[in-house]
Nanobody
Framework: QVQLVESGGGLVQPGGSLRLSCAAS????????MGWYRQAPGKQRELVAT???????NYKDSVLGRFTISRDNAKNTVYLQTNSLKPEDTAVYYC?????????????WGQGTQVTVSS
């Protein structure tokens, strides 16, 4: 059984910062790409950032320069440092990962963590 557990969300004022974490646990052989998505009320889930096992990153244009994705392979954890937050960043943030278990790659999702940017 593999689980992704997110933490670090909360309420922050515009211009503030939050660091989101997502830890994978279970019978994991290895983890390939990891990423963060978000879903605002009434909108579709959208990609925020991804990172490969080798550390290559990709970002949604509107967060480039404000958000940084990173990972600690020894801890099976992916992070999202969010700076200069704006009200439009308000959403539920979900992590995902392509995890190898028993030689099979499966796409897993976390349960989500709420980020609210408001004064």
């Amino acid at each position: 059984q593999v689980q992704l557990v997110e933490s670090g969300g909360g309420l922050v004022q515009p211009g503030g910062s939050l660091r989101l974490s997502c830890a994978a646990s279970g019978s994991i052989f290895s983890i390939k790409a990891m990423g963060w998505y978000r879903q605002a009320p009434g909108k579709q889930r959208e990609l925020v950032a991804t990172i490969t096992s080798g550390g290559s990153t990709n970002y949604k244009d509107s967060v480039l320069g404000r958000f940084t994705i990173s990972r600690d392979n020894a801890k099976n954890t992916v992070y999202l440092q969010t700076n200069s937050l704006k009200p439009e960043d308000t959403a539920v943030y979900y992590c995902n990962a392509d995890i190898v278990v028993d030689y099979v790659v499966t796409h897993y999702w976390g349960q989500g963590t709420q980020v609210t940017v408001s004064s």
